[in-house]
């Protein structure tokens, strides 16, 4: 790295960045899980659910791998995110697959303006956060267009679950960073 950084070395504002997205891409894996455990096996949305998921993992690998090798600690709140992603997860397929697209639309839109306010932060300060971000950021741009492709805004009650979800995703971003 050009700027003399080394792991562990403090890094208040990139440790944040870390830990909560290690926590998103860990709670979207959970969402999706979820949503897997109770969706029809080879309907059209279970199999985009599990690409999505493919992607989700190597999001969370990255950043397990980014935690390691900068020794940030991961958040302490992941056990309640691992309950909570399946629980949003089942809850939302068993409404409904549009319900399910819905979260997954909700979840999105929130992870694209947090990512994008993370580039904007890191500016020139660390490329090869930056570059993951960017690169992931994208998928999660793909997967909101999936799920509205596939019928997020017919959900029965969209404009209140979108809304209560992406509030929810306000409240564990925030806390993430923290604890």
């Known amino acids: 790295m050009t700027d003399g950084?080394?792991?562990?070395?403090?890094?208040t504002?990139?440790?944040?960045?870390?830990?909560?997205?290690?926590?998103?891409?860990?709670g979207a894996t959970r969402i999706y899980a979820g949503q897997l455990a109770v969706l029809a096996k080879g309907s059209h949305a279970a199999h985009q659910i599990a690409r999505m998921a493919r992607?989700?993992?190597?999001?969370?690998?990255?950043?397990?791998?980014?935690?390691a090798e900068r020794k940030v600690r991961p958040t302490a709140l992941q056990p309640i995110?691992?309950?909570?992603?399946?629980?949003?997860?089942?809850?939302?397929?068993?409404m409904s697959e549009e319900a399910a697209?819905?979260?997954?639309?909700a979840?999105?839109?929130?992870?694209?303006?947090?990512?994008?306010?993370?580039?904007?932060?890191?500016?020139?300060s660390d490329p090869e956060l930056s570059a993951d971000i960017a690169?992931?950021?994208a998928d999660e741009l793909e997967h909101r267009e999936t799920a509205r492709s596939l019928g997020a805004a017919n959900a029965a009650g969209y404009p209140l679950l979108t809304a209560a979800i992406r509030a929810g995703c306000r409240v564990a971003i925030s806390l993430s960073k923290r604890i």
């Open 13 to 26: 504002n990139t440790d944040r960045m870390l830990r909560v997205n290690q926590a998103g891409e860990y």
């Open 55 to 67: 992607q989700e993992q190597r999001h969370l690998d990255r950043f397990d791998a980014l935690l």
């Open 135 to 137: 690169d992931f950021r």
């Open 81 to 94: 995110w691992n309950v909570a992603g399946f629980m949003l997860g089942a809850a939302t397929a068993l």
């Open 101 to 105: 697209m819905a979260c997954t639309e």
């Open 107 to 124: 979840v999105e839109t929130e992870i694209d303006l947090h990512y994008a306010a993370q580039i904007d932060e890191l500016g020139d």
């Open 5 to 11: 950084w080394r792991p562990g070395d403090p890094r």
